[in-house]
């Protein structure tokens, strides 16, 4: 749960194992959805490029990571070679790499 939207008030972001994320306001109501085609394993909220803005970042099981802002609008498509598991930024102010474990055993930093 985070303010994805900048309206200083928390939504949740809820994934599915049938490969959909759900955005979802306070109350419970849908924002957004996308259908992502497979198990989604992980979804992180970021600031990746320092605009005061979140991103969500959603591991598919198919080895894609997906970028989005908060309006649900994809940013970016990453292909990684195996199953995107887990999504690793770094801190607030931190430089370094953003960091995925794959199904593969591999770790990637992009």
């Given at each position: 749960a985070a303010d994805i939207v900048g309206d200083d008030a928390p939504e949740v972001l809820v994934a599915s194992a049938t490969g959909?994320?759900?955005?979802?306001?306070?109350?419970?109501?849908?924002?957004w959805r996308d259908r992502l085609g497979f198990t989604v394993n992980d979804v992180v909220i970021a600031?990746?490029?320092?605009d005061a803005g979140v991103e969500i970042l959603a591991a598919e099981e198919?080895?894609?990571?997906?970028i989005y802002a908060g309006d649900g609008a994809i940013r970016r498509t990453i292909a990684t070679p195996g199953a995107a598991r887990l999504v690793c930024v770094p801190g607030?102010?931190?430089?370094?790499?953003?960091?995925?474990?794959t199904g593969a055993g591999e770790v990637i930093a992009y």
């Open positions: 959909y994320l759900y955005a979802l306001d306070a109350a419970g109501d849908e924002l600031d990746l490029d320092d198919d080895g894609l990571l997906r607030a102010g931190a430089d370094g790499p953003l960091l995925v474990a």
